[in-house]
C-alpha cells in the first residue's frame, strides 16, 4: 500500500548576497603556513542540459589556463607565493563559488594577494592567448580520453559520487563514454571570446570574500583590511599589460640515436615477465597486465645513493640534487616551456636521489610511452642548469619551512626522528639555514655523477604495456644511455639504533591534547617469512588496540600501528605505535596498551582476532595482485633485497601458516620493555 505520508520540502537555505567586500584575518601561533585567497560567490550554474555542459566546459578552461598562469609565476626565481589555485565550484545548493588562493611566505600576505589580483585582473582585461586554449582543449580532451579509457575499471566509489549528484542535485547521471562524446562534439566549438566572457561572468559581479591565514608572532605584520582593500584599489587602477605566450618549437629531442641491441632475453611465466639485458648492460623488466587500460608506471633503480658521499661537508650542500633537476625542465625546455611541449600528454617522469639508491620512477598513458622513453633519456643525459628555478626552488622551500617548526606535531615527528637515528648528522630536521648551503653546481655536478653510467640500472614497466611495441623505444632510449660497467653499492653510513629506554616529553601547542608514540627497534636479518610474521603481528595489534583503547576505554579516536623489517643497510626490525589523548590519560593508557603487547608477547592472538587477520590479508592480496603499483613495488622490493620475487606468490601459503604462536614469537623477537623509545607531547605550559 503507497505511503499517504507526504514528501517533505526539499530546503534551499539562500547563501546572502553583499555589495561591500567581507574580510576575515585569523592568526595562530601554531600555524606552519601562510596562506590569501579570494572567493567570489555567484549564482550556480545548471547541471541538466548539454548547454549546462558546454558552460561547464567553457568555465573548465578558464580556470585551467589561469592555474597554467599562477603556476608560471610560482617558478620565478623569487616567486610571490609558492603555490596557487583558481577553481570554480558549487559552495551551496544556491549559491557557487570561484577561488583564488596562493600559499604565500609568512611575511608575503600583501604580495602574494596583489599577485593573484594582477594575474586575475589580466586575464579578464587581455583575455587569453590562441595557444593557451588550444593546450587547455587539448588537456581537457585527453582527460576526457583516459576516463572513457579506464570506464570498466572505474571503482565503486566514482559511480557512486554521481548516483549521489543524481538524487540530491538532480544531475544527470552520465558515463565517461557519454562524457567523452559530449567532450568531442562541444569543444571544437567554444571559441576564446566564449571563454573570456565565462570567466568575466564569474568574477566581475559577485560578492566577494578575502581570507587570510598567517602565523602569529612578535615582529610579524599581518596586512589588515584597509591594507588589503588599498591593494585591490590599486591593481584595478594600473595598467597591466597582456599574457605573453612564449613556447620552445624545438622537438623535445634533437636527434634520434640508433636502437641498440638487446643482448638476452629471460621470461617468467610465473610472474608474467619479461627480462631484456641492453648492450649497455642495463635490465628491463617489463610486466603487462589488464589491471588498468591507459597506464603503465615505470621505477628505475641503481644502488648507491647520497651513503657514497664521504665527505659529511659536501653532504648537505648534494642533498636536494634530483629535486633540482626535477624541477628545471629537461634539455631545451624550461619547466614552463616544457609544461606547455608536453600538453595533452600523460607522461609523469621524476628523477630521486635517496640514501642507498637513484633512479627515476613516472607514468605515462601507452601513447605516450614514447615521451616517457624520451624524457628518462632527458633527465638522465641533459639535465638543466638553471639558475632561475634553482633560485624559485630555494624560495619555494623557504616558505614551507620558515615556520615548520611553529608546528607542533613537526617537533614531535623531528623528536622521534633523531632518537630513532642517534642524532646522526645526516638525520637532522629541515631547516630554513639549510637552504643556503645548497649549491647548483656541486648538486649538479653529484647528479651527473650518480647518473653517469646506466649499467647497473634496472627499469621496471608494469601495465598496459605491449613487450613488441616497446621493443623499439626501449632499445633507442634505455639502450643509449651511458654504460661503462661500473659496479658499485650503497655504504653503511653508520646510524646506530637507540638502545635501553630513551624517553622524551615535549610541551608544545595550547591545544587540550596528547601525543604518545613508543617504537621498538631490534637488528634482525631479513626473510620473508620473518617480514610476513612481524606484518602479521601489526595487523592483530591493530585490532587489539582498536578495541582496548578506543571502543573499551573511549581513550583515543584511533590508535595507529606501524612495522617493518628492512634489510639495508642491515636487517631492521621495527615497530610503532601512536596515539593522541586527553593529556591526563597519558599513563593510564600507556598501561593498557602495555597490557596488550604483554599479552601477545605471553600468549599470542585469540582465534577470533586471528581469524580477522587471516581473512583480511586473504582479501588484501586478492585485490593487491590486481594492482600495478602493488606489483612494481614488490618487484623492486625483491630486486633492492636480492630476494626471489616469486614469493609475492605465495601469500596464501604463508596466510595458512599463521599460527597464534609465529605471532607470539614475533611479538618476543621486538617487544622488549627494556630497549624503546617513548616520546610524548604535552601542551606548553603557560
Known sequence: MPSTEQRRPLLQPEVPDHEKTLFAITTDPEASSSGVSLLIKHEPWGESTVGDFRDGLRGGLANAMLRARLAEISRQADPPFSGAFAMDRRMARTKGAFTLRATVKE???????????????RATRHGFA???????????LRQAEQAAAEMDKTESQRLARSLQGYFLRGTPYTDAAQRLQLVRDLLPGVTLPEVEARLRELTEKGSRVVTVEAPQRDGLAIPDEAALTAIMTSVAARDIPAYVDATVEAPLVPAVPAPAAITAREHDELLGTTTWTLANGARVVLKPTDFKND????????????????????????????????????????????QKKLAGKLVRVSPYISTYEEGLRGSASPQDFETLMQMTWLLATSPREDATAFKSLLERQRSFLQNRAADPEAAFRDTISVVLTGHHPRRQPPRVEDLDRLDLAASLAFYRERFADFSDFTFFLVGAIDPATAEPLVRTWLGNLPGTARRESWRDEGIKLPTGVQERVLHRGTEPKALVEMVFTARHEWSWPAEYALDSLTDVLRIRLRESIREDKSGTYGVRVGGGLTAIPYGLHQLSISWGCDPTRVTELTEAVWAQLNDIAANGPDAETLAKVTATQRRDDELNLKRNDYWLAALVQHHRQGSDPHLMLQTNAMVDGLTADVIKAAAR?????QNV??????????
Do not use: C
Open 677 to 686: 623509545v617513548k616520546v610524548v607531547m604535552l601542551p606548553q605550559e603557560n
Open 107 to 121: 611575511d608575503g600576505v600583501a604580495r602574494g594577494f596583489e599577485a593573484l589580483l594582477t594575474e586575475l585582473e
Open 295 to 338: 597506464e603503465i608506471l615505470m621505477w628505475a633503480t641503481s644502488p648507491g645513493g647520497t651513503s657514497l658521499i664521504l665527505d659529511d661537508n659536501l653532504h648537505p650542500r648534494v642533498t636536494a640534487a634530483s629535486n633540482i633537476v626535477g624541477s628545471s625542465g629537461a634539455g631545451a625546455f624550461d619547466p614552463t616551456a616544457l
Open 669 to 673: 623477537s621486538v617487544i622488549d620493555p
Open 130 to 140: 590562441p595557444g593557451e586554449l588550444e593546450r587547455a582543449k587539448i588537456e581537457v
